[in-house]
């Protein structure tokens, strides 16, 4: 079945950093890919999304972009700050069907001052 | 609009109890899923809903009953409540019923432990 592979928490960076969230996914088609943030307390936000192919999400300065030839759909930002601290989750949806949102199994990010 | 909106907030139920999870949404969003949360499984569903009258299982519908009498609603049931049903559980909402790109808008989760 389909599945979203991202990378074992937590990830501690300090301010300023630079951030790489890695995603994978499995999948038989072509779904889209988005990108929740969980803070603490709250539910998930969707923070960006992509639909195709060779697609840039983008939103507060974070980025992704749909690779299909690795499968891939990382998450990065060029200078993190301490507001940034949430769960991060990669997630793919086929909009064809009626079935929801499969996940990965979240990363935790820790930003320090 | 008040979005996806979820209650309670927190509930502690006694292994057998039965109780009621409540969503609703003002979006007049046709699709509606619920999922739970737990440490180091990312979210699962359980049960959608595509509109009103119809309903299907999920990942993990066991234990768990729900149905659409409206498009705002979307209560889920559990009729004897395990300890293994610990866990947070969040509804979701989107529109078109499907869609490339359809975003789901979340509730805020109700945390429910089952002693």
């Known amino acids: 079945g389909d599945s979203v592979t991202q990378m074992e928490g937590p990830v501690t960076l300090s301010e300023e950093a630079f951030l790489t969230i890695n995603c994978t996914y499995t999948a038989t088609g072509y779904p889209s890919l988005f990108w929740y943030v969980q803070y603490p307390g709250e539910g998930l936000q969707l923070l960006l999304k992509?639909?195709?192919?060779?697609d840039k999400g983008s939103n507060k300065g974070f980025e992704a972009t749909y690779r299909k030839e690795t499968t891939s759909f990382h998450l990065e930002k060029g200078s993190v700050q301490v507001s940034d601290s949430a769960v991060y989750f990669c997630?793919?949806?086929f909009g064809g069907g009626a079935d929801g949102l499969t996940f990965g199994k979240g990363t935790h990010l820790i930003i320090q001052p | 609009n008040a979005g996806v909106t979820q209650t309670p907030k927190f509930q502690v139920l006694k292994t057998g109890q039965s109780m009621t999870l409540q969503c609703a949404q003002d979006?007049?969003?046709?699709?509606m899923s619920w999922y739970r949360q737990d440490p180091g499984m990312g979210l699962r569903l359980i049960h959608y809903?595509?509109?009103?009258?119809?309903?299907d299982q999920g990942e993990v519908p066991n234990g768990y009953n729900v149905s659409r009498s409206t498009t705002e609603d979307f209560p889920l049931r559990l009729l004897s409540a395990a300890p293994s049903q610990t866990s947070v559980y969040f509804c979701?909402?989107?529109?078109?019923?499907?869609?490339?790109?359809?975003?789901?808008?979340f509730g805020p989760g109700t945390r429910l432990t089952v002693l």
């Open positions: 979006m007049n969003h046709e699709y």
């Open positions: 809903s595509v509109g009103a009258g119809i309903t």
């Open positions: 979701a909402s989107s529109r078109p019923r499907t869609g490339v790109g359809t975003e789901q808008f």
């Open positions: 997630a793919l949806f």
């Open positions: 992509a639909t195709k192919a060779d």
